[in-house]
């Protein structure tokens, strides 16, 4: 799969033009993160943090998931480009990237 920067240099709003393969591939790559709802559930956690910014180790608890189940989800959603993690001791501190998610809400105006 091609990799792009931005969503801006791939995809224009959804109802603006008819996506091709390459286009629909990234958008889905994004969408795919978010449907899942602990990975939702994750996010809205950590953008409710104070700054933004959530430890892993205060996520567990509120998802009922165990560590490398967490630890799992949000390496999906970094992976993604919907958070950055920076590792600190054995925890990892998870900051939330509103660029990213407004690119994704952008592409769903009409």
């Known amino acids: 799969m091609k990799r792009i920067a931005t969503i801006e240099e791939c995809c224009p709003p959804l ?5 091709d393969e390459p286009d629909a591939e990234v958008l889905a790559s994004a969408f795919k993160a978010l449907a899942d709802p602990v990975r ?6 950590i953008a409710a943090a104070p700054e933004g910014t959530a430890c892993s180790c205060d996520l ?14 949000l390496s999906v959603l970094a992976d993604a480009g919907l958070i950055t993690k920076v590792k600190v001791g054995r925890w990892v501190n998870c900051t939330v990237v509103p660029a990213r998610l ?4 952008n592409v769903l105006r009409a």
């Open 15 to 19: 109802l603006s033009a008819a996506l």
């Open 40 to 45: 939702l559930r994750l996010l809205s956690l």
């Open 60 to 73: 567990e608890e509120p998802v009922g998931k165990s560590q490398p189940t967490v630890s799992h989800h």
């Open 102 to 105: 407004e690119q994704l809400r």
